[in-house]
């Protein structure tokens, strides 16, 4: 079992940056696969950013302006986010098990509770 912190989440206006965290316990980040997903309301769980190994993956409408990244000395997996759009506007959840399963959030057995992020004009 791997249990799951998001924090870093906040407003921000259309175009500006943001980073959130996911500090994990219980297993090393060095050896988990991990992703982000994110929820508007209304809308379904998408995936938005993974790594696991040398496996990076993004989804397309985020493609150029987010990054995903690992801390191994934190055990913290990172989001950057710039150029942010009010389409990002979202819950985002970070995801974690030992086998990469891209976006399919159904096989990921460990989840945080969320990060409320919101792109304002």
């Known amino acids: 079992q791997v249990q799951l912190v998001e924090s870093g989440g906040g407003s921000v206006q259309v175009g500006g940056s943001l980073r959130i965290s996911c500090a994990a316990s219980g297993k090393s980040v060095s050896t988990i696969c991990m992703a982000w997903f994110r929820q508007a309301p209304g809308k379904e769980r998408e995936g938005v950013a993974m790594i696991g190994g040398n496996l990076v993956l993004y989804a397309d409408s985020v493609k150029g302006r987010f990054t995903i990244s690992k801390d191994d000395a934190q055990n913290t997996l990172y989001l950057q986010m710039n150029s942010l759009k009010s389409a990002d506007t979202a819950m985002y959840y970070c995801?974690?098990?030992?086998?990469?399963?891209?976006?399919?959030?159904?096989?990921?057995?460990?989840w945080g509770q969320g990060t409320q992020v919101t792109v304002s004009p």
């Open positions: 995801a974690a098990d030992l086998y990469c399963y891209g976006f399919v959030s159904e096989h990921y057995n460990n």
